[in-house]
Nanobody, 125 residues
């Protein structure tokens, strides 16, 4: 699976952005897809995940209530709607696919994912 992110940009605090992750092929229904982010000098942090064949979604506490992950199987696309953005949300955002366990903390283990996009920059200032 090849992944291509889009939708990043620069916004003011309180603004919104919608990221998209286009997959070359939609992952198997039992797999986990996720959005990660990485700021300079920090490790890659998982922020949102979903089960490709179901409705289960998961979020890190820092983004709960502000970010929404969703999918369109018809479009082979996973989205991340980001609202009420803060300075701390500034990072490179990556889409990942192929996670085996979306129902435990492993959903945000970067090493569990075998496909990554090139990233899209989000800057809040």
């Amino acid at each position: 699976v090849q992944l291509v992110e889009s939708g990043g940009g620069s916004v003011q605090p309180g603004g919104s952005l919608r990221l998209a992750c286009l997959a070359s092929a939609y992952p198997a229904e039992s797999k986990c897809m996720a959005w990660f982010r990485q700021s300079p000098g920090k490790g890659r942090e998982g922020v949102a995940a979903l089960v490709t064949g179901g409705r289960s979604t998961h979020y890190v506490d820092a983004v709960k209530g502000r970010f929404t992950i969703s999918r369109s199987s018809a479009e082979n696309t996973v989205y991340l709607q980001m609202n009420n953005l803060t300075l701390e949300d500034t990072a490179m955002y990556y889409c990942a696919a192929g996670g085996d366990d979306c129902y435990s903390r492993r959903r945000f283990f970067a090493a569990d994912y075998n496909a990554w996009g090139q990233g899209t920059q989000v800057t809040v200032s």
